[in-house]
């Protein structure tokens, strides 16, 4: 999963009968049926239809949360009017035991259940889903399926293959990674069935369908076709538009991995909400085995678009090594009701986050000093957060309250244990080993069907990398020490210099200290990043709601309006802020003066070329 920050100041079902059949058996799948024709109330009629049923009862479960997010999202909330049936048509009593469970009596007569999904797109703003992970339901033009939030599973039968029929206005066609095993249309009626067949409850939440009007383009790259679909509400981005961009990029991925990826089809799903109406507000992607969803705002600008689907794609991409490759048994056999947490969001996100960057500098996108700058504001960004708590920790109680807002530290972080570590087998192997060699190792003990034991990845990786591997670990992974990252840069002749800089009072550079809610138009000052020092002279917080600004109300709609005010404060002029912090009013005063940040640049040391630092340096970047 990768989130992304736009900051404000720039910017009827069908049924089908089954016989008796071992409630083990694979010869009758779980048969789901959605309809997309009969849509009602903004809601989709589903129907789920198991094979028969040999207990007294039996649990069904919308996902409570799902792999990639780590977040607690509570799908089933979104369920309305479940029904149990008994096979003459009869209502079977349920108890309807929390958010995302239903227990029914008298399993044995179980014929099937039904219920209506409400989307997520359109009622975002409290207790969000993110929303590449989220629903979409708008009749005859969009159907974002995140599987997950249409489709159940009964207790103990996660591991039986699954049938999913989708009723569908002819107009929309879907993207999708998945092959239909049957297309049934019907052109009198102007509606089709398309049906897909999937082995199991988690290939189900691992192939999203994004139906719409065909807006849709592939390409081949050494031997794997990849599928642009797009939604685009006013037309304003076609596939096409989108479609050079990606295509380097994904060469250039494809490149860069090597023999790791056989991945045959692979599909990118793009939905860009509309801002003027109630629609997506969480941008990003989410990474699948073969596919990725991504919503970004249709108001961005072609080169604002091109560049925000590299960094979110780019690494999306990536997770065909991690986790979806390589993974633990918490994720391989992942319960979406009551989720263990691995522990090693380092590897999942950071390692591939890592990639994402250290792939565009060993394939000539971007300079080394680019590279260096990229790491350099990861480190920045992650002092914002207690740099000794062991990341194992961290990343096995994600969902915790003490450390859920840790989250955004595996991409600043997690990327850093990356590249040290990057660093660290380079340096023991001279120069011959690196990180992706690690992982196309761990692909070929592991791969996609084969998880390992959580406790065991650390000892696998040191058998089969160095001894010495074991104290990296010991002491910047599951220890509470920070990573001297200056001894590891000297390693490939680069140093790390710090010097005050001016910046705006709102605005570093690009970077902004503020970012609006487009729900409320509430502007409020960003949580996770470190400020100016005139931001905390002032006592700022991330997570202060601005109200005024010197008496001056602002909102999204007038945000330039305090970007240019505030570039004509004098100096030792009286500034007031008033800010809403946890529902308390509060004043903020202070003298204007220059804001200042401590920037610390990565520079390459003076070094002949023939240096053996030098020569690590290039393995490191470029073998």
Known sequence: MKKIVYAAALLASLYSCKTTQNLSSKDQPIITTIDLVNVTDDKVKVSVDPAKITTEEISFFIPKTVPGTYSTDNYGRFIENFKAYD????????????????????????????????????????????????????????????????VGYFSKLQEEPYRIEILRPDNLIAGTSLTPTTKDENPDDNFSTDTYTVGRYFEVTDHPIMYAKPDTTSFDVQGMKVLLDVYSPTGKFSAQDIKPGIEKMISAQKKFLGDINDTEKYAILLYLSDLQKKDARGFGALEHHTSTTVVLPETMQKAQLDESMKDVVSHEFFHIVTPLSVHSNEIHYFDYNDPKMSQHLWMYEGVTEYFANLFQINQGLISNQDFYDRMSEKIASSMNFDDTVPFTVMSENILT??????????????????????????????????????????????????????????????????????????????????????????????????????????????????????????????KGIGFNTFLEKLGVEGGDIIKTVNGTEYTIKNVYGLITSSQSWEEGSDIEIVVDRDGEEITLTAKASQPQVEETSITEMELPADSPKVKLREAWLKN
Do not use: C
Request: aromatic share 14%; net charge negative; charged share 25%.
């Open 401 to 526: 309250d003490q450390y859920k807002d840790s989250y955004y530290n595996v991409y600043q972080k997690g990327a850093l244990i990356g590249m040290a570590l990057d660093i660290r087998l380079r340096e023991l192997s001279d120069g011959k080993m690196g990180i992706l060699d690690l992982m196309k190792k761990l692909s070929k003990k592991y791969g996609k069907d084969k998880p390992f034991n959580d406790e065991d990845l650390i000892g696998d990786i040191v058998a089969l990398t160095y001894p010495e591997i074991q104290s990296f670990f010991d002491q910047y992974v599951t220890g509470e020490t920070p990573i001297p990252y200056n001894e590891f840069f000297a390693k490939v002749g680069l140093e790390e210099k710090s010097s005050m800089i001016n910046t705006g009072y709102f605005l570093n550079g690009q970077v902004p200290y503020i970012d609006g809610d487009p729900a409320s138009g509430e502007l409020f000052f960003r």
């Open 87 to 150: 096979y003459d048509g009869n209502e079977l009593t349920f108890t309807h035991q929390d958010d995302n469970t239903w227990t029914i009596s008298n399993a044995k007569a179980l014929d099937k259940v039904s219920y209506e999904v409400n989307d997520s797109y359109d009622i975002e703003g409290e207790n969000d889903v993110f929303s590449p992970a989220g629903t979409n339901i708008d009749a005859d033009k969009n159907f974002m399926l995140n599987l997950h939030g249409f």
